[in-house]
């Protein structure tokens, strides 16, 4: 009788940890999913421009208005593009843009925090009236503003622009977390430990807001990236280059809509959905990890 | 005799609100008070919540700095000594705090936490050196080898307690502030815990300061103890006088209404206490500084007890009180 | 199982599990007291033995993912676990309160404390006027060395142990017959604690009031309380008079308890348990509390068959195998 006792007792044991990691696992499917989808669009892109013979940016490099046929799988646009090579291309460069912009933002949006919140004083009280004020300007007219003053906007340009609004709000989030996470009762140990400000950030507290981080990331990107589509489409894009947002630009600048040509507007639409969409699994999936009252436990 | 700690005239003021209302709050008052050398002690810091014990734990620990007044180490003044000496300070003086869940970074095993303060500090000359006085500190707290590898959420609250003592006993500190080490953890558990602490002042030649609510609990270790309200020293001296022998009238009701464990002996009559001005919460207390803390809850207070400050009166070798009732 | 005659409140085999992903934890797994009109009952066990769900599951408080497995609660006459929402909506506040743990932030931090008062008691549709009221709450407030100006603040404004006292105030206006006090005291200085104490003891001598103390410092209990009851693990283990059970504690656990605790003025040696509390989703077969005892050997009955509660002496039973 202890026998079967102790087998069943197993068997419950197994039962429990598979439940735990698929917990986690489903966490994971998310980040999995996400990264998937956003290494599938980059694959497809690359594998396009690869292809597709046609330049995506010259003029008049082919007839103009084309429908789409075995040789122009989305047809053309009337400046003579051909348009999956629009597609493709312009896929990379908003990608470009908006991992540049939001990388600079959150870097930004790092430094901030961690500086402003685990030293407190006089720079803390600074640099938050800073992000407080920039969270609360109205952020696209700004930048339309800006970006019609700037002469030349080329790619890297572009980026800053973006980041210099997109750092606010994950700002104004982490810094909430240092804050919190200052208090604990290990941070206090480590500096008994001998350890300085630097290194107690560097090994206590990020490794402990990881997933957070991750996640902030993520919608830092996202902000990027709608900020820099609505930029483009109102035509304020770097010039001489093609991105979605420009597509759609264009594709308004000729009435592609009144005029039905579905296989302009569309596409890049899709693709941004899915951008935005690969975007968001990934952080929801960094939050069920980070939150574990998400996960449902 | 000379001290490896030393307050002297210790003021602490916090000031709260924003950029426009202000609002002082005096958590610590005027507090000085000294650990002898040579002889490992262990204080008794008791008062209830808003009494400055907590403040005053922060202080010694360098944590914060005193509005007013000094704080030595080793005769030398904390915040004008050299790096190397405060690095020094800083080994010496470790802490366990209340809440054992939030004392271990989550993120890393038992022994990475603890090789820490043994890089940190270079005590030890090499990685075999290190685990080898992990290893015999570990079994010195009573913890068994395998804890070592283990993620503190696969611990409890008491074992995590040890493993902080373990700390202090590892880098050789002096002192240890145990700000309610015990209060989160069960009644039963917490025996193990307080010995191993009076072990450690005993055998390891550690001394404590002691803080918490309970005068029960530090029964157990104290040999000295010092009672505070709101932010002032109002009785101080040997644990056993003290405790046997209150003279200060908040002392006095304090250990009056600790309950004894016994239904033969319950207490007899209500407490003498009045209901002060707004209980414990210390308001704009700048107002009230120069009149006892007491006064406005004490049942013998005289006319002169809201006017002035008591001083401070030696009963007896080691017993002080500050109380006009003694003047 | 026979106990005492039916007073005012008796609980029978009451069950109340936690549904989990696995088994379910059984926080509460077969209790049964009693308590008279007049009394203080003391339940008394650590973190985990299932005495915080227990006082809820008297008054059905409780929520998903707790239920109730079984048992009954009688109250005079009626069996509260039966009756319905209505009914036992009627009985709550009037005739049985409980004051909850960490109570002090129960209170509506945007209501003056007069006016939560007056809110308690339209609820309950009883016409008081505002005179009766005030009258009622000064009397209360006496005893419990309230100020008066309480009445008039914000609970913002008042430290945590008026706090406390005032919800104290709010459980007692209306006088009920039966008060369950979950750790009422756990979160005050020891000066508030001895009020709050003193306070029960008065009504209990003024007004006949039944309470059920539950705690985790064995001390209080001994202050005031009549009877106790030592839980473990969801289990009844000891229970009984106070002075019998402090005098000779039969239960290895509940002499754990009493030697854990240090008391000034008594040199002595501190013991405590080693281990922690039982995993009550897969709870040991036989005694719950074997594996921390220091009794126990390695062919035991201990090990195999659970204990029953059973009388030892008067007014004093224990389930354990030592005793049987």
């Known amino acids: ?297 | 005799m000379s001290e490896i700690l030393k307050l002297n005239n210790v003021t602490k003021i916090f000031s709260l609100g924003g950029l426009l209302k202000k609002r002082r709050v005096i958590a610590v008052d005027n507090v000085s008070f000294s650990i002898p050398k040579g002889k490992p002690t262990t204080i008794a810091l008791v008062g209830e919540s808003g009494s400055g014990k907590t403040t005053v734990g922060r202080l010694v620990l360098g944590f914060i700095k005193p509005t007013s007044g000094k704080i030595f180490w080793e005769n030398k003044d904390i915040y004008k000594m050299k790096r190397s000496e405060w690095k020094l300070y800083r080994r010496n003086v470790q802490a366990v705090f209340q809440d054992p869940y939030e004392s271990l970074d989550p993120r890393y095993k038992v022994i990475d936490t603890l090789m820490e303060p043994l890089k940190k500090f270079k005590i030890a000359n090499s990685r075999s050196e290190s685990l080898k006085m992990i290893s015999e500190t570990i079994e010195a707290v009573g913890l068994r080898h395998e804890i070592l590898d283990k993620y503190p959420h696969q611990i409890s609250g008491g074992e995590k307690q040890r493993i902080l003592l373990s700390r202090a006993l590892l880098i050789n500190a002096k002192l240890v502030v145990a700000d309610e080490p015990v209060s989160m953890i069960d009644a039963s558990l917490r025996a193990s815990i307080l010995n191993l602490m009076k072990d450690m002042n005993k055998n390891f030649g550690l001394s404590f300061l002691y803080i918490t609510h309970d005068i029960s609990t530090a029964y157990i270790l104290a040999d000295s103890i010092i009672v505070m309200y709101l932010g002032s020293i109002v009785e101080s001296g040997s644990f056993e006088k003290v405790v046997s022998n209150p003279r200060h009238p908040y002392v006095k009701v304090i250990i009056d209404s600790i309950p004894l464990p016994d239904p033969k002996r319950r207490w007899k009559s209500a407490i003498k206490l009045r209901e002060g001005e707004g209980g414990l919460t210390p308001k704009d207390m700048m107002k009230f500084r120069l009149r006892c803390k007491f006064c406005d809850r004490c049942a013998e207070a005289k006319e002169v007890c809201w006017e002035k400050t008591p001083p401070i009166i030696e009963i007896d070798k080691d017993h002080k009180v500050s109380c006009f009732l003694y003047a | 199982m026979s106990l005492e005659e039916p007073g005012l409140l008796k609980v029978e085999d009451l069950r109340v599990y936690y549904k989990t992903r696995s088994n379910p934890v059984r926080a509460v797994d077969g209790v049964s007291f009693s308590i008279k009109q007049g009394e203080i009952l003391g339940i008394v066990g650590e973190s985990g033995c299932g005495k915080s769900t227990l006082a809820n599951a008297v008054l059905r408080l409780i929520e998903p993912p707790a239920y109730i497995n079984g048992g009954q609660v009688f109250f005079k006459d009626l069996n509260l676990l039966n009756i319905d929402e209505e009914k036992l909506n009627k009985i709550r506040w009037k005739e049985i309160s409980l004051i909850p743990q960490s109570a002090m932030n129960a209170l509506n931090p945007v209501m003056k404390i007069y006016h939560q008062i007056k809110e308690v008691i339209t609820d309950k549709k009883i016409k008081f006027s505002d005179k009766e009221i005030k009258e009622k709450s000064e009397e209360i407030m006496k005893r419990l060395m309230l100020p008066s100006y309480i009445l008039n603040a914000y609970p913002c404004q008042l430290s945590g142990g008026m706090r406390q006292r005032a919800l104290l105030l709010l459980s007692f206006i209306l006088n009920p017959n039966l008060v369950i006090a979950d750790e009422p005291t756990s979160a005050v200085d020891v000066v508030t604690q001895r009020k709050i104490l003193e306070f029960l003891d008065m009504q209990r001598k003024d007004f006949g009031t039944s309470i059920i103390l539950i705690t985790h410092d064995i001390a209080i209990v001994a202050e005031v309380a009549d009877r106790i009851m030592v839980m473990y693990a969801g289990k009844t283990l000891e229970m009984g008079d106070v002075t019998k059970i402090f005098e000779n504690p039969l239960h290895p656990y509940t002499k754990t308890l009493m030697e854990s605790i240090p008391i000034l003025g008594v040199k002595r040696e501190v013991i405590g348990l080693s281990g922690l509390p039982p995993d009550l989703r897969n709870p040991p077969t036989g005694c719950r509390f074997n594996p921390r005892c220091r009794y126990s050997r390695s062919t035991d009955i201990c090990k195999l068959k659970e204990p029953e509660l059973r009388y030892v002496e008067n007014n004093h039973l224990v389930a354990c195998h030592m005793y049987s």
Not at chain 1, 71 to 90: E, M, P, V
Not at chain 1, 119 to 134: M, P, R, S
Not at chain 1, 194 to 200: D, H, Q, Y
Not at chain 1, 276 to 282: D, P, R, T
Request: glycine share 8%; hydrophobic share 55%.
């Open chain 1, 1 to 297: 009788m202890i026998n079967k006792n102790s087998h069943l007792k197993r068997l419950l044991v197994k039962a429990a940890l598979i439940k735990n990691t698929l917990l986690v696992v489903k966490g994971n499917l998310y980040i999995f999913s996400g990264l998937c989808l956003l290494v599938c669009i980059i694959l497809f892109a690359v594998l396009g421009m690869y292809i597709i013979p046609f330049d995506p940016v010259k003029i008049g490099s082919v007839p103009m208005d084309l429908p789409p046929s075995s040789k122009h799988l989305l047809g053309t646009d009337s400046l003579g593009r051909d348009l999956f090579a629009q597609l493709c291309f312009g896929t990379l460069t908003s990608l470009q843009i908006g991992f540049l912009a939001g990388i600079i933002g959150f870097l930004i949006a790092l430094m901030v925090a961690f500086f402003g919140g685990y030293h407190g004083g006089k720079l803390d009280g600074i640099l938050t009236i800073l992000t407080e004020v920039f969270l609360t300007t109205p952020t696209l007219i700004i930048l339309i503003i800006i970006a019609a003053v700037v002469e030349r906007i080329e790619i890297p340009t572009m980026a800053l622009i973006i980041a210099a609004f997109a750092w606010a709000w994950p700002a104004k989030t982490m810094r909430a977390q240092v804050l919190s996470l200052k208090e604990k009762g290990f941070i206090y140990l480590s500096r008994l430990s001998g350890l300085n400000s630097l290194e107690i950030i560097m090994k206590h507290m990020i490794p402990n807001i990881l997933p957070f981080l991750g996640s902030y990331f993520a919608v830092v990107v996202s902000a990027a990236m709608i900020s820099e589509v609505g930029l483009e489409v109102l035509g304020l894009g770097p010039r001489h280059t093609i991105t979605l947002g420009i597509m759609l630009y264009w594709a308004m600048m000729h009435a592609a809509v009144t005029r039905n040509l579905i296989w302009w507007w569309l596409p890049p639409c899709i693709m941004l959905f899915l951008i935005f969409f690969s975007l968001f699994l990934f952080q929801r999936g960094l939050d069920v990890i980070a939150n574990p009252r998400l996960r449902g436990e």
